[in-house]
């Protein structure tokens, strides 16, 4: 229970938290703490993305119809799918992995986390190329439920778009933080090879 609570708390004070990124004060510590922070305002970004499509959805099944519902619909599971991925990743990432190991360790995990991050920016791209097909699609003629593709193929493009724009943000954001702590690394690396 403890748990789901912090989980509430989080979505609601993590979005407030600045980055404050370029505050330098013992080089592991600092990666440690900027990669955390990083990653938990990426996580909580897309917990709300997941909430909105969840809630529009659900308005959508009891009271729209045509193109709206089937795009609202679509979104809907998105936002399950989303919500379930980013509670687990929650759970796995503060929880688990990255508490544990040397600093060699955790450098590895930022490296692991970041070709995640650039192999969902190709993940993202596809969806949007998806979504344009289904669209695309739907203005054949005589097309059975013309409906249902353009709503699914418009719902498929939009969170393509948005993970795509995160995604690349967040890239950026883990590109930068093992750049400021490389120096550290080659000196640590330096001691190691002595």
């Not at 809630?55 to 729209?64: H, K, P, Q, T």
């Not at 544990?100 to 949007?128: C, P, W």
Request: glycine fraction near 6%; charge should be positive.
């Amino acid at each position: 229970m403890n748990l789901k609570l912090h989980h509430a708390r989080f979505l609601f004070t993590e979005l407030q938290r600045p980055l404050n990124l370029h505050e330098p004060h013992d080089e592991l510590s600092d990666f440690d703490t900027r990669f955390r922070l990083i990653l938990r305002k990426h996580l909580v970004v897309l917990c709300w993305w997941s909430i909105l499509n969840i809630v529009g959805g659900v308005f959508a099944v009891c009271c729209l119809d045509g193109v709206y519902y089937y795009f609202w619909m679509m979104g809907l599971v998105w936002g399950l799918i989303n919500f379930a991925i980013t509670m687990a990743i929650f759970n796995h990432t503060f929880y688990k992995k990255f508490n544990r190991g040397n600093s060699f360790e955790r450098f590895e995990a930022q490296r692991h986390v970041e070709k995640i991050m650039f192999l969902n920016i190709g993940i993202d791209t596809a969806y949007i190329f998806a979504g344009l097909l289904l669209r695309e699609h739907s203005f054949v003629s005589g097309v059975a439920h013309a409906d249902l593709w353009l709503g699914f193929g418009w719902s498929v493009i939009v969170q393509g778009v948005f993970l795509l724009i995160q995604d690349v943000q967040v890239y950026r954001l883990h590109r930068r933080n093992f750049r400021k702590a490389q120096p550290f690394l080659e000196q640590l690396l330096d001691k190691d090879g002595s």
